[in-house]
Nanobody, 119 residues
Framework: QVQLVESGGGLVQPGGSHRLSCRAS????????MGWYRQPLGKERELVAAITPRSTMNYADSVKGRFTISMDSAKNTAYLQMSNLEAEDTAIYYC?????????????WGQGTQVTVSS
């Protein structure tokens, strides 16, 4: 059973920076990819950023140039560095990990962490 532990949520001022972490209970060297979705209050969940073990990254258009995703395979941990935060970034951020299990793609989700951007 794969488990993801998220950390780093909190209150941030507009224009500020913040970092989220997501630690997996398994090796992330051979996963498909991991990253974050977010869900603002009353809205649908959307992909924020994802990264593969070969460091292929993709970002939502709304965060390009402001957010950076990275991965430390030795620590089985992914990071989301968020900069120049805006009120629109306020949401619950969910870490996810996708990997093959018995030839099927399985997704695991973290518990979610609240990020609030407000003065």
């Amino acid at each position: 059973q794969v488990q993801l532990v998220e950390s780093g949520g909190g209150l941030v001022q507009p224009g500020g920076s913040h970092r989220l972490s997501c630690r997996a209970s398994v090796s992330i060297s051979n996963i498909i990819r991991m990253g974050w979705y977010r869900q603002p209050l009353g809205k649908e969940r959307e992909l924020v950023a994802a990264i593969t073990p070969r460091s292929t990254m993709n970002y939502a258009d709304s965060v390009k140039g402001r957010f950076t995703i990275s991965m430390d395979s030795a620590k089985n941990t992914a990071y989301l560095q968020m900069s120049n935060l805006e009120a629109e970034d306020t949401a619950i951020y969910y870490c996810f990990l996708a990997r093959f299990e018995f030839r099927e793609v399985r997704a695991t989700w973290g518990q979610g962490t609240q990020v609030t951007v407000s003065s």
